[in-house]
Nanobody
Framework: QVQLVESGGGSVQAGGSLRLSCTASGYTASSGCMGWFRQDAGKTREWVVTMDRYRNTQYADSVKGRFTISRDNAKNTLYLEMNNLKPEDTAIYYC????????????????WGQGTQVTVSS
């Protein structure tokens, strides 16, 4: 059973930084496809970033240059470093993963974490 557990959310002022973590169990991050999505109240879930097993990445234009995805294989953990945060980044952030053997860079996922709240005040 795949479990993705996020942590690291919180409240910051605009211009601040946060780092989210996602620890996987039942899923090997180093050989998989993982990423982050976000959803603000009353809005549809939005894709943020994806990383494949080779550490190739794709970012949404809205976060490019400010957010950085990384992975620690030894800890089986995915990270999202968020800098220069803006009020429009406020959302619940979800860690996500794709099933093995499926194409990575599609903006959907098969496994989801429970989400962690990020609030950015102006």
């Amino acid at each position: 059973q795949v479990q993705l557990v996020e942590s690291g959310g919180g409240s910051v002022q605009a211009g601040g930084s946060l780092r989210l973590s996602c620890t996987a169990s039942g899923y090997t991050a180093s050989s998989g496809c993982m990423g982050w999505f976000r959803q603000d109240a009353g809005k549809t879930r939005e894709w943020v970033v994806t990383m494949d097993r080779y550490r190739n990445t794709q970012y949404a234009d809205s976060v490019k240059g400010r957010f950085t995805i990384s992975r620690d294989n030894a800890k089986n953990t995915l990270y999202l470093e968020m800098n220069n945060l803006k009020p429009e980044d406020t959302a619940i952030y979800y860690c996500a993963a794709r099933r093995s053997g499926t194409y990575c860079f599609v903006r959907t996922a098969d496994y989801w974490g429970q989400g962690t709240q990020v609030t950015v005040s102006s």
